[in-house]
């Protein structure tokens, strides 16, 4: 009995075996009656960006030279959009717009289709187009303040509101043009170049809702109520000393310092090794020619020495040229500055350099200056 049982024990298994694949085979036989089921390659790749009512869709395909087109699926497939492509068997990107989309947050599904009929697998993305509803939640960014040099003026602005992406200024320049100055949120001003002074501005902020925004939206434009100066202080920063009769410089009081925007330091005439005579002066390069409206002089703070001041223009930097016109001239009778008004009869745009001329002084024959500054126009 022993024996017949272990002969039909090996015998019982096999019948299991093959019972439980057949029934495996029932299982699957259901999914295979159509055959393999075949996909057309997937999107590599899909990216949404925002827009205003319209988002823009970028796909890529990887190897797949017979897709034939590309569906895109939104509002629950309510919607869609037939892309055809002609990819290689490269990569290949595509990029195209989906119109006229009311202001809200989209889901879409997307999946290709080849020359035989396959389809890939879903790729989904979400995305949002914006409209007047966000327009109407947009302002303009707050102006500090209004400045203006002989260069530019200066728009200068408060903090930067959210989703700031640019300012633009409308202004008019010296020549009654009308200009465009643009500057990112990150800066705190806008350039106006040659802008023409005791003139308003008109300005308006450029907003982008996301990051990666293919819309700009743009405030109404604004008119300020402030204008530049009517008048501004002539940059000095790119200004240079290019001969001076003498200078004390080894004692710091050299005379560069009538340039340095500082009233503290000055000019000193020089006494030793030896007194240098009666008259000082120093020749400047501006640059270029300025139209100037007044010249500020200031003395060394406390010292009456200086008494004279004369100013002359010319595109000839030797001392002794015999082009160089005279602009003003003061006297200091008080107090450290000296305010000399030019009149409008004058043409100061008649040289590049500026001859400040020290011909008498109150301490002969020492002397000293501190400053000078230039107003424009």
Not at 7 to 36: Q, R, T, V, W
Not at 62 to 74: F, S
Not at 288 to 311: C, F, H, W
Not at 363 to 374: H, K, N, Q, R, V
Request: glycine share 6%.
């Amino acid at each position: 009995m022993k024996k017949i049982y272990k002969k039909l024990l090996p015998l019982a298994g096999l019948i299991f075996i093959f019972s439980a694949c057949e029934n495996m085979m029932d299982i699957h036989e259901k999914y295979l009656e159509g055959g393999e089921i075949i996909y057309a390659p997937k999107l590599d790749s899909l990216q949404f960006y925002p827009g205003k009512e319209r988002i823009l869709f970028r796909f890529w395909l990887n190897n797949a030279p017979n897709v034939k087109e590309v569906v895109l699926y939104w509002d629950t497939r309510k919607d869609s959009l037939v892309i055809p492509v002609t990819p290689s068997s490269l990569l290949d990107s595509v990029s195209v717009f989906i119109p006229n989309l009311e202001e809200r947050t989209y889901s879409f599904e997307a999946k290709t289709i080849d020359t035989y009929g396959h389809q890939s697998l879903l790729s989904t993305g979400i995305s949002t187009a914006y409209g007047d509803i966000f327009q109407s939640t947009l302002g303009h960014r707050q102006l500090k303040e209004l400045e203006l040099n002989d260069i530019a003026g200066l728009v200068y602005w408060y903090t930067a509101p959210a989703n700031l992406a640019a300012t633009e200024v409308r202004y008019t320049d010296r020549d009654n043009n009308t200009q465009i100055s643009w500057a990112p949120a990150s800066e705190s001003f806008n350039s106006c170049l040659e802008a023409k002074p005791n003139t308003t501005v008109e300005y308006r902020s450029l907003y982008i809702p996301e990051p990666n925004a293919v819309d700009t939206f743009y405030s109404e434009w604004r008119t300020e109520e402030k204008a530049f100066p009517a008048t501004y202080l002539i940059d000095k920063s790119k200004w240079s000393i290019v001969a001076c009769s003498d200078e004390n410089a080894n004692s710091g009081n050299g005379v560069a310092n009538i340039i340095d925007n500082d009233i503290t330091t000055w000019w000193n005439s020089q006494w030793e090794p030896e007194t240098a005579p009666l008259p000082h002066w120093a020749i400047i390069d501006m640059g270029a020619s300025k139209g100037m409206l007044s010249i500020d002089s200031y003395r060394r703070p406390g010292n009456p020495e200086v008494k004279t001041v004369q100013y002359y223009v010319g595109n000839d930097p030797d001392p002794d040229a015999s082009t160089w016109v005279q602009i003003a001239e003061g006297i200091f009778t008080s107090g450290d500055l000296l305010t000399i008004e030019i009149p409008e009869s004058i043409n100061t745009r008649q040289g590049q350099y500026l001859k400040v001329v020290l011909p008498d002084s109150n301490g002969e024959p020492f002397t000293s200056l501190a400053e000078i500054y230039i107003r424009g126009k």
